[in-house]
């Protein structure tokens, strides 16, 4: 199984500030044949489903704000958001899709400091 | 638009048995393969089931394989989880979701099932 691993557990971020979220996988999630990542970003909100984010690992959903983006290849990834809003905080996660058992990180909770 | 509803949940003791169901309107269901993810309280978030478009593959994670089974009615537009020898462990809120393009794009509000005696 792939192991998704994401730092940090928590982070505290003063608004307007950047925040940075880490995801590194156990194995690579790269598609040599198409050269694309397998990875993809939701965040999900107190009594919500996660929402989709980031996938391919840098492609923004239809209607995501451009302050999220998303970078990394192969093993090491990375979330930011350039300048936090209040509706920002929520848990992240990144997920995997390059093949079942599909796995997520075990999530970060931004808030705000 | 697109709408995925699942039901079915509630309290069960272990042991026993519970189906959810997941009502898809808004996408053309019989194009799009369904998963199941679940959501134990407080804790993250890990994949359950998946079902291709058509049924013909099926995929368990290994904490529930030979207990679930995932199917699927395409003339009804719906996705069903059937659980049994339920668990403690399998205390969650059970999502359904798809991915239309690529990966999950839509998921549904979740339904809860609490396994206690």
């Known amino acids: 199984d792939i192991v998704m691993t994401q730092s940090p557990d928590s982070l505290p971020v003063s608004l307007g500030e950047r925040a940075t979220i880490s995801c590194k996988s156990s194995q690579s999630v790269l598609y040599s044949s198409n050269n694309k990542n397998y990875l993809a970003w939701y965040q999900q909100k107190p009594g919500q489903p996660p929402k989709l984010l980031i996938y391919?690992?840098?492609t923004r959903e239809s209607g995501v704000p451009d302050r999220f983006s998303g970078s990394g290849s192969g093993t090491d990834f990375t979330l930011t958001i350039s300048s936090l809003q209040a509706d920002d905080v929520a848990v992240y996660y990144c997920q995997q899709y390059f093949g079942t058992p599909y796995t997520f990180g075990q999530g970060t909770k931004l808030e705000i400091k | 638009q697109v709408q995925l509803v699942e039901s079915g949940g509630g309290v069960v003791q272990p042991g026993r048995s519970l189906r959810l169901s997941c009502a898809a309107s808004?996408?053309?269901?019989?194009?799009?393969?369904m998963y199941w993810v679940r959501q134990a309280p407080g804790k993250g978030l890990e994949w359950v089931a998946l079902i291709s478009y058509d049924g013909s593959n099926k995929k368990y994670a290994d904490s529930v394989k030979g207990r679930f089974t995932i199917s699927r009615d395409n003339y009804d537009n719906t996705l069903s989880l059937q659980m049994s020898s339920l668990r403690v462990e399998d205390t969650a809120v059970y999502y359904c979701a798809t991915a239309t393009a690529v990966a999950w794009d839509y998921w549904g509000q979740g339904t809860l099932v609490a396994v206690s005696s």
């Open positions: 808004g996408i053309s269901f019989s194009n799009y393969a």
């Open positions: 391919w690992a840098s």
